[in-house]
């Protein structure tokens, strides 16, 4: 079992940054695959990126070369660095937990969930 808990959202200007925060709440953090989704108004939640057990990373096309993806097993925590950000990456982000360890994009392999935080861009 681990909880979830996002930080660092909020509003931004287009072509700025954010880095969000997921901390979690569990003695076997490093065994676990994180990942990040997203959900914009009405839309499907989607994912973002992914971060392995063995380090293995994995972005989303629509965000590769603006956002990275890092973690930090000593602090329980995994980063999503947001760069030259677009009003359509405005969205609820959500930090998922993968007891396998893997860097999947498929939603239904991650387990726990924290509740999200709210990214506005603004044009």
């Known amino acids: 079992q681990v909880q979830l808990v996002e930080s660092g959202g909020g509003l931004v200007q287009a072509g700025g940054s954010l880095r969000l925060s997921c901390a979690a709440a569990g003695r076997t953090f490093s065994n676990y695959g994180m990942g990040w989704f997203r959900q914009g108004p009405g839309k499907e939640r989607e994912f973002v990126a992914a971060?392995?057990?063995?380090?293995?990373?994995y972005i989303a096309d629509s965000v590769k070369g603006r956002f990275t993806i890092s973690r930090d097993n000593a602090k329980n925590t995994v980063y999503l660095q947001m760069n030259s950000l677009k009003p359509e990456d405005t969205a609820v982000y959500y930090c998922?937990?993968?007891?396998?360890?893997?860097?999947?994009?498929?939603?239904?392999?991650?387990?726990?969930w924290g509740q999200g935080t709210q990214v506005t861009v603004s044009s």
């Open positions: 971060f392995a057990r063995n380090s293995g990373t």
């Open positions: 998922a937990a993968d007891r396998h360890g893997r860097s999947t994009m498929w939603s239904g392999n991650y387990e726990f």
